[in-house]
């Protein structure tokens, strides 16, 4: 059913979107493809590519630099468009990698357009996706550039509790969760070995602890206060356009 698709749940933060506008939709959502943990499906740089919308699985957005060093940028879960920017800006920016075993639907950029023009709450929708993803950016930046070690660890695992709950993939006792400590890493701007003495500390100080694929919330309200975590940036309390 396409009103239980992750996407339809996420748009559905924004808009509630009518019989018709889910048809048009599902229109979409039928050229289906596989893609190998670890295999790029978008290569920085690349031209004339479809953009895809992860059906299940987790994927990683990044930059690499010409030293070999790679800042990921964000992690996509199911229900987020990959590569939609760079559709419309004709070359990509950045490469996606998924990070396990994928499913997408392939979608062009005319399929969509026109998809936009018969439904513009849609179109409205799809552009409130692109905001937020820009709005987490920014509080990615102010991850990196001001808090310290354990405070951005601590926000960048609540935030994606928030974006799983909204799928109905976790809530506020945890979530799984595919991540190494390596995408952590690369992620939050610290070293590998750094990483795990972060978690250590927050798993000793009874916040949170992440073990073997899952991240558990030992004390949820502590860790939001620690981390001065405020998910209103997110926008997904309750649908704008009904």
């Known amino acids: 059913m396409i009103d239980t698709t992750p996407l339809v749940k996420k748009l559905g933060a924004f808009v509630a979107l009518s019989d018709a506008e889910l048809s048009v939709l599902a229109t979409l959502l039928k050229r289906r493809r596989s ?7 978008v290569h920085q740089g690349q031209s004339d590519q479809a953009a895809y919308i992860l059906a299940s699985g987790w994927a990683c957005s990044y930059k690499l630099l010409e030293d070999g060093q790679r800042q990921i940028v964000d ?21 996606i990698e998924p990070v396990t075993d994928i499913e997408v639907t392939e979608i062009h950029v005319a399929d969509l357009l026109e998809a936009f023009a018969h439904t513009p709450r849609l179109a409205t929708a799809v552009l409130w996706a692109a905001s937020r993803d820009e709005a987490m950016v920014v509080e990615h930046l102010v991850d990196v550039g001001r808090r310290n070690a354990a405070e951005r660890m601590a926000h960048f695992l609540l935030e994606l509790a928030a974006r799983l709950f909204l799928i109905g993939q976790g809530d506020r006792t945890g979530f799984a969760c595919p991540l190494t400590q390596y995408h952590l890493a690369d992620a939050l ?27 558990t919330f030992d004390d949820y309200a502590r860790l939001a206060e620690f981390a001065q975590f405020d998910p209103s940036y997110m926008d997904q309390a309750n649908p704008l356009l009904r």
């Open 35 to 41: 893609f190998v943990a670890g295999r790029d499906l």
């Open 75 to 95: 992690f996509q879960i199911p229900g987020d468009f990959l590569g939609l920017r760079s559709v419309l800006l004709h070359v990509s920016d950045h490469s």
């Open 189 to 215: 701007g610290l070293s590998a070995v750094h990483v795990n003495r972060v978690l250590r500390q927050l798993r000793e100080e009874g916040m949170v602890t992440f073990r073997d694929g899952l991240v």
